[in-house]
């Protein structure tokens, strides 16, 4: 395996592990699949329609998020929204983020970012 | 609803337990919907069915545990428990199609059905192995590792699987050759007079040693059972392999003593030419040389295993 694809690798591995957190920041308002897909990639964060849609769904059976169908419109949507266990849930890994960045930052303190 | 859109959901909810389609598929529905512009050509909805990706892989996605029908962390476990247990049981039954076969008639018919058993057998046991680690897996069972479970380093003299298994596979394979053969009267040793064939041992001192022959099968197996079970000498390992020994060399050497062993035609044959008190002479020499040979096998083998024995326990303590 080349050094390109090893670090290709890793950063897949990193990038996981922050989806959720990055999901459950991302939803403020009522949102549906796509719109949600459409503000992360304006916010920078890279994930693929297929990787969101079925989190959203894995998050909603957890209880961490609530959805609910309008049907008002020509086109129904589902629009999910934090549960009172997500909120409580994000901010606990929000603050678990937090710890972890400091401590890794304090690890490669010494490295500029190039 | 486009036709190609509803044949990518219906390929993705198809993979899906069946009280999440209805769901999925509505979600489906909407987000690919949204994804498209208003009146999307044929290749919009070509281009946002890609960005989707693989149908097998979104339902994977979407799939809440993975499937698989044994775990990575008893597949190792599985392989070597399905390995060790077909091939045994696949020798065994190969033995034990011949033998049934063995009034069949033509050796190819006997050596037929030996490997379609064993064949049979393989498959049956691999099968069972099977069910019975996905069983395991579906209940649930988890085995606690406890640090007391670890394995002793392998400080004694160890045995290889591989020769255990050979063992094993000898130890029924040539009992039941040699009692095939006994039974299709298919003799060891044939001597030409003429047109007339002689044997030398005769056939019902063959027929008489066929329990005995099973016997030393049966034996054998355990013998090779425990060593592939144990792995290494021990003490009760030592005195099994003394007994196997010492009970194969006594049957034979016992075998090598009945008066009826050389057939009537042979001796017959052979004192019209050396004489007849001259044979019994050269058959009783004979069987004294092959019983103190076999005695020789028999003490150098329980020699080897009380070594072996002595140098494991010695390491272990």
């Known amino acids: ?114 | 609803m486009n036709e190609m859109i509803e044949r990518y959901i219906y390929d993705v909810t198809r993979r899906l337990p069946e009280n999440e389609r209805g769901e999925i598929k509505r979600e489906l529905e909407a987000s690919i919907t949204d994804m498209l512009p208003d009146n999307p050509s044929k290749q919009d909805i070509i281009d946002v069915l890609t960005k989707l990706g693989a149908p097998r892989i979104l339902a994977e996605r979407y799939r809440q545990k993975p499937q698989y029908l044994i775990s990575p962390a008893m597949f190792d476990n599985y392989i070597s428990v399905l390995k060790t247990v077909t091939a045994i049981v696949a020798v065994i039954c190969g033995c034990l199609g011949a033998v049934l076969a063995l009034s069949a008639g033509s050796i190819a018919k006997v050596i037929a059905s030996g490997i379609a058993m064993a064949f049979e057998g393989a498959l049956q046991t691999a099968l069972w192995i099977t069910i019975g680690f996905v069983i395991a897996e579906k209940c649930g069972y988890k085995q606690e590792w406890k640090p007391e479970d670890l394995p002793q380093l392998p400080t004694g003299i160890k045995i290889s699987r591989s020769s255990s298994i050979a063992g094993m596979i000898m130890s029924v394979f040539l009992p039941v050759l040699f009692i095939a053969m006994i039974i299709r009267e298919e003799s060891f040793f044939i001597f030409v007079r003429g047109a007339d064939i002689i044997t030398p041992i005769s056939q019902t001192a063959l027929e008489r040693f066929i329990p005995y022959l099973v016997i030393l099968g049966v034996l054998g197996l355990v013998v090779n059972s425990f060593r592939l079970y144990w792995a290494k000498w021990n003490v009760q390992l030592c005195v099994i392999n003394a007994i196997y020994n010492v009970v194969w060399a006594g049957v034979v050497i016992y075998a090598l003593n009945w008066p009826d062993l050389i057939s009537t035609e042979f001796l017959e044959y052979m004192a019209a030419i050396a004489g007849e008190a001259d044979i019994l002479r050269y058959i009783g020499t004979g069987a004294l040389t092959i019983s103190v040979v076999i005695i020789v096998i028999a003490a150098i083998e329980i020699s080897t295993g009380i070594r072996n024995t002595w140098k494991s326990v010695r390491k272990t303590t």
Request: hydrophobic share 35%; charged share 30%; net charge neutral.
């Open chain 1, 1 to 114: 395996m080349s050094e390109d694809e090893l670090l290709q690798g890793m950063i897949v591995d990193l990038r996981r592990g922050t989806l959720v957190l990055a999901v459950l920041s991302s939803i403020n308002q009522p949102e549906y699949g796509y719109s949600l897909l459409q503000d992360m990639e304006k916010q920078g964060i890279r994930i693929e329609a297929n990787t969101l849609y079925p989190l959203l769904r894995r998050l909603e059976s957890q209880g961490l998020l609530q959805s609910q169908w309008d049907t008002a419109e020509s086109r129904p949507r589902k629009y999910y929204t934090l549960s009172d266990r997500g909120r409580r849930l994000h901010a606990q890994l929000r603050d678990e983020w937090r710890r972890m960045t400091y401590e890794m930052e304090n690890l490669l303190g010494k490295d500029e970012l190039k």
